[in-house]
């Protein structure tokens, strides 16, 4: 089977971090692009981060929006199929529903572009 598992969601204060995982099954995560998004109460879903998604595909290639461009930072272990989401100086604004996804390299962070999803992760910031 094809999947993405995440994990590492859970309650943190203003300020504080948390580190995501996205675990791959049944495909090699480094031939595609993988996003995270996320999607919060009365909100449109949104692309928070994504890795090998820029033109060209080069590998390793990050893109982070301006909402969480500096404090949120994508990376990715071959070894263990695995992405990770590193989140540091969170606001409670950042609190949503985190899904990865795999689609093609090379391609906009957007959500049509994605074909693999995993089940999400709830992260929730608050006092």
């Known amino acids: 089977q094809l999947q993405l598992v995440e994990s590492g969601g859970g309650l943190v204060q203003p300020g504080g971090s948390l580190r995501l995982s996205c675990a791959a099954s049944?495909?090699?995560?480094?031939?595609?692009?993988i996003g995270w998004f996320r999607q919060a109460p009365g909100k449109e879903r949104e692309g928070v981060s994504c890795?090998?998604?820029?033109?060209?595909?080069?590998?390793?290639?990050?893109y982070y929006p301006i909402s969480v461009k500096g404090r949120f930072t994508i990376s990715r272990d071959n070894a263990k199929n695995t992405v990770y989401l590193q989140m540091n100086s969170l606001k409670p604004e950042d609190t949503a529903v985190y899904t990865c996804?795999?689609?093609?390299?090379?391609?906009?962070?957007?959500?049509?572009?994605?074909?693999?999803w995993g089940q999400g992760t709830q992260v929730t910031v608050s006092s």
């Open positions: 049944g495909f090699t995560l480094d031939h595609y692009a």
């Open positions: 890795i090998c998604c820029t033109d060209g595909s080069p590998d390793g290639s990050t």
């Open positions: 996804a795999a689609g093609p390299r090379g391609l906009l962070l957007h959500p049509l572009n994605y074909n693999y």
